[in-house]
């Protein structure tokens, strides 16, 4: 079953007095498996939160359509199985994080005792146990994104859609998330979290999308999307004789390479991916190179990633001049 799928979602803000009209979206389309994490990446103002608002029902869609556990959107029914953690979650100052969890799991209909019970087991989970009596006035911007989290959660969804999950969050904490998302899908729940850490969302997802100035540039696996093509090859030297010689090998060696950089007594010659390695290393040990390492750089999801945004810049700046 498709858990999310959008087909052509576009959606255009207007500012105030329609002076200015804003293309979030342009025709967006993916879909999410059964309990896969679904990792939706893109650069600010890409239109990730607005997506997940559409979705949410949050904000009305300019055209195109979207479901969410198989019920178009805006559904009460499908709200009642998702969970749901805004990029700017915003709480009532004075409750405890006891409190929100028990506000929250009324709001779902849930009995007294199953709402102490799932309270409880919340807090733990996300890591703030220790925080159960203090008023969230008082959280940390880190404390408040667990707190956030748990209410995701209080509902015990089958549907986890979270904006920006490890915002604010030190290392320790962004490893916290990801476990926990990856626990979640072992419980099999399908999880779709929007991210600008790439690191994160390569770690963890199943899926991913790459979306740029409101449009998907890429779906699919993180191994399949960054393809096995080799970039460059970077070798590392010790030259050796005086300190005219190695200044000469230097030279001779940098007419060869794309870069070449001194580390520690050692010098970083990058080969383009045309260039004969083999070659390479023969004319290096002529010049008097010992050679110490050969490691191929392949291209990595952050490269593909870099690329896109590139391109919508170029993008933006045609559609600027065309206007
Ligand atoms: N309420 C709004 N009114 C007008 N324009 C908006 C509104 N919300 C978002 N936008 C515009 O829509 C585009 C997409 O914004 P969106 O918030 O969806 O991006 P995002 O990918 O979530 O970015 P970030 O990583 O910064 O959270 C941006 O150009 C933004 O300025
Ligand atoms: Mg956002």
Known sequence: MKVIETTNLA????????????????GVSFAVEEGEVFGFLGPNGAGKTTTIRC?????????????????PVP?????????FLPEQPYFYDYLTVMELLDLGGRLFGIGAAERARRAGALVDKVGLGHARGLPLKKFSKGMLQRAGLAMALV??????????PMSGLDPVGRKEVRDLILELRDAGKTVFFSSHILSDVEQISDRVAIVVGGTIRDVGRPRELVGGSRLATE?????????AAVAAAQQAIAA????????????????????????????????????VSVTPRHETLEDLFLRRVEAGKAERGAEAAAS
Do not use: W
């Not at 509902?155 to 920006?164: A, K």
């Not at 070798?235 to 300190?243: A, F, I, K, S, Y």
């Open 11 to 26: 959606k255009t803000y207007r500012t105030p007095f329609r002076r200015k009209k804003v293309e979030a979206l342009r």
């Open 155 to 164: 509902n015990d969804p089958d549907l986890v859609v979270l904006d920006e």
């Open 256 to 291: 060869r390479a794309e870069k070449l950089r001194g580390v520690e007594g050692e010098v970083l010659a990058v080969l383009g991916a045309g260039v004969d390695v083999d070659d390479f290393l023969a004319f290096a040990r002529g010049q008097g190179g010992k050679v």
């Open 235 to 243: 070798v590392v030297l010790h030259l050796t004789g005086d300190e």
């Open 55 to 71: 979705l949410m029902g949050l904000c009305r869609i300019t055209s195109g359509s979207a479901t969410i556990l198989g019920q």
């Open 75 to 83: 559904s009460r029914e499908a709200r009642q199985r998702l969970g």
